[in-house]
């Protein structure tokens, strides 16, 4: 197959800014039987595999300290060895990043010690707060790209306070994802339930 051959015309208009409401209005588990073909019904011993991540707030702005521009940056993930925390994170700034640059955060500092490609850069993080926490002081929820995009083009505000709750699913209990899962938005508090109650 060409990839020519998945192009097909979406109208912006088209294009969900925010999630379903109300959210309970969509199927339940209880009609996934319905769901399946007749000769492949589901059966006890099925499994179904639930992301229970919640998202983390890894969209972040940051300042370059040698020149003041502005960075944005979108978390990854985290190690830590020896009392160094290290970051994986996709960074975008006018003029190119270098090794050894520093961004500052509110609260926090990045230094680029390589870059990864395609804009991903490994960078050691000083602060006084652990990742989550700072995370939670200077991101914000990370929205695709094409939802901001159609909000700025109908005059809305990016990124809302809401966010933070309407792009996790009711199942999300344990920070780790750094993108909203938007085709799970449609979990409702019935199906959670549901889900506790078999």
Known sequence: MRTDELEFDLPTDRIATEPAEPRDAHRHVRDLPALVDDDAPLRPGDLMVFNRTRVLPASFDGTRAATGGRVQGLYLDSSESSDVVTWRVMLEARGSLRVGETVDLDGGELTLIESL????????????????????????????????????ASGLAEVRDEDAERYNTVLADAPGSVAAPTAALHFTPTLLDDLESK
């Open 117 to 152: 490609g395609r804009g991903a850069w490994r960078a050691t993080l000083r602060s006084d707060d652990d990742t989550l926490t700072l995370l939670q002081r200077v991101g914000r929820t990370p929205l695709p790209p094409y939802i901001r995009k159609q909000r700025r």
